[in-house]
C-alpha cells in the first residue's frame, strides 16, 4: 500500500493563499465607469420592459401584460361599510349602528351555498339545526356551550351583528372569526341561512309565498 505523507508546512500555505486569493477577488478596487465582473450573477442582471414596448415572449407582442378579468387591488379601501361590516355608514367603534337587511340580493342557489358553509364551519359547535348541541359540544360534555340560535337573544339580533359575529368572532374568539376562510359573500349566504334556519321553529302559513300555499291547498285558516 503506498504511502501518501502530508507536509504540514507546505498544506498550511496552500490553504493561506488560496483564502487570500478569494479574498483578493471579492474586493472590488477603485471606482470604475465599467460594469463589474459577476461570475454569478444571482439575477443581478434582468431583462427590463417599459409598459408599452415589445416583448416577442408573448404572443400578442406586448410587454404589458392586461389585468385578469376579476381581479381587484390587494387590500383595496373597503367604503362600503354595510356589505363589509355589517355597519350603517353612520356608525362608530362606540356606538355601532347594525344593518337590519342583508345588503345583498341573494338567490335560492345562494342560501344552499349559505347552508353548506354553516355545514362545514358552524355544525361543529352550533348543531346543524342551531341547537348548541355539534359534536365539539357533545364532546366537552357540556362545558363548552355555544349560542342556541333559536333564542330570544340570537332572535332580535339584527343581521348585520350576525354578520360581525362570523366575521371577527365573539368573546376573545371563543368562536373564531372566519373573515379569511369566507368571503364576503359566503358569510352574508351563512347569515341568511341562519335566518332560514330561525324561521323554521317561527314560521306560520302567512310567511308561504301564495303560489306555493294554492299548489298544496293550504289556507291561512289551516
Known amino acids: 500500500m503506498v504511502q501518501i505523507k502530508c507536509n504540514n508546512k507546505l498544506f498550511s500555505s496552500i490553504i493561506g493563499a488560496t483564502f487570500l486569493s478569494l479574498t483578493l477577488i471579492g474586493c472590488r478596487g477603485q471606482k470604475s465607469e465599467n460594469p463589474p465582473i459577476l461570475p454569478i450573477q444571482n439575477m443581478v442582471e434582468q431583462t427590463s420592459f417599459g409598459p408599452q414596448s415589445k416583448n416577442e415572449f408573448y404572443k400578442d407582442g406586448r410587454a ?4 385578469i378579468l ?3 387591488e390587494f387590500d383595496k379601501p373597503k367604503t362600503d361599510k354595510r356589505l363589509y361590516e355589517g355597519k350603517e355608514p353612520d356608525s ?14 341573494l338567490s335560492e342557489k345562494d342560501i344552499q351555498r349559505g347552508q353548506a358553509k354553516y355545514v362545514v364551519f358552524c355544525t361543529p359547535c352550533h ?3 342551531g341547537d348548541s348541541d355539534g359534536l365539539v359540544t357533545q364532546r366537552a360534555g357540556g362545558v363548552i356551550r355555544p349560542s342556541n340560535i333559536h333564542d330570544k337573544e340570537r332572535l332580535a339580533l339584527p343581521v348585520g ?8 368572532g365573539v368573546n376573545n374568539w371563543n368562536m373564531p372569526g372566519f373573515a379569511s376562510q369566507l368571503s364576503v359573500e359566503d358569510k352574508w349566504a351563512v347569515v ?3 335566518r332560514a334556519l330561525q ?3 317561527r314560521a306560520t302559513l302567512e310567511n308561504i309565498p301564495a303560489d306555493i300555499k294554492a299548489k298544496h291547498g293550504w289556507s291561512n285558516k289551516q
Open 161 to 168: 351583528k350576525i354578520y360581525d359575529a362570523i366575521h371577527n
Open 127 to 129: 348543531g346543524y339545526a
Open 70 to 72: 376579476g381581479t381587484v
Open 199 to 201: 324561521l323554521t321553529r
Open 192 to 194: 341568511a341561512y341562519v
Open 92 to 105: 362608530t367603534e362606540h356606538d355601532p349602528k347594525w344593518v337590519k337587511k342583508i345588503p345583498l340580493k
Open 64 to 67: 404589458y401584460r392586461p389585468q
